[in-house]
T-cell receptor, first 112, second 116 residues
């Protein structure tokens, strides 16, 4: 079946620190992979995605590479800002695309 | 433009009562999805509509849960005989086209349901 495992939080970093949030997946077929972000009081927003192996998704300084050999899609950012404080969800889509499978979410707090 | 909206934002009810949760998708989006997010967990798929019909309801936990989308736009998630374990945030999402593997779903802010 399909599932996503991401590192547990919460994660607290100082501003300008390097961020990695690990995500690994199990899937049948060839899913697409996503990172969604949920800012306080807001709905889930797509942060980035990758649709096939070795693709790199990037947005707002965040990036993640679809690694089929390690079944991973780790989220990275070189220098976090206070405004990046949010909950980050790794997700994959089913073969049909109508179901998303989400990880449990990782809460990030960036302190000045 | 307007995003996905959900009402109410919060709903408190008593065990055994009936509740309805409403979702207004982005105008023109043909696909609509419901998810449930329990505390400390990621969203879990409940049901997917393409137009007026439920194309995949495999995530509904039991027959107390039902959803409709009679005119292919607004959807209502209905929960009968609520139980304390139904307490969660119920998320709605919509997408422009029928799902494909890289389709983006746009999420609403959710309805927080608390069953006392």
């Amino acid at each position: 079946g399909n599932s996503v495992t991401q590192m547990e939080g919460p994660v607290t970093l100082s501003e300008e620190a390097f961020l990695t949030i690990n995500c690994t997946y199990t899937a049948t077929g060839y899913p697409s992979l996503f990172w969604y972000v949920q800012y306080p009081g807001e709905g889930l927003q797509l942060l980035l995605k990758a649709t096939k192996a070795d693709d790199k998704g990037s947005n707002k300084g965040f990036e993640a590479t679809y690694r089929k050999e390690t079944t991973s899609f780790h989220l990275e950012k070189g220098s976090v800002q206070v405004s990046d404080s949010a909950v980050y969800f790794c997700a994959l889509s089913s073969n049909t695309g109508n179901q998303f499978y989400f990880g449990t979410g990782t809460s990030l707090t960036v302190i000045p | 433009g307007a995003g996905v909206s959900q009402t109410p934002s919060n709903k408190v009810t008593e065990k055994g009562k009936y509740v309805e949760l409403r979702c207004d998708p982005i105008s023109g989006h043909t696909a609509l999805y419901w998810y449930r997010q329990s505390l400390g967990q990621g969203p879990e798929f409940l049901i997917y509509f393409q137009g007026t019909g439920a194309a995949d309801d495999s995530g509904l936990p039991n027959d107390r849960f039902f959803a409709v989308r009679p005119e292919g736009s607004v959807s209502t998630l209905k929960i009968q005989r609520t139980e304390r374990g139904d307490s969660a945030v119920y998320l709605c999402a919509s997408s422009l086209n029928p799902p494909s593997v890289d389709n983006e779903q746009f999420f609403g802010p959710g309805t927080r349901l608390t069953v006392l």
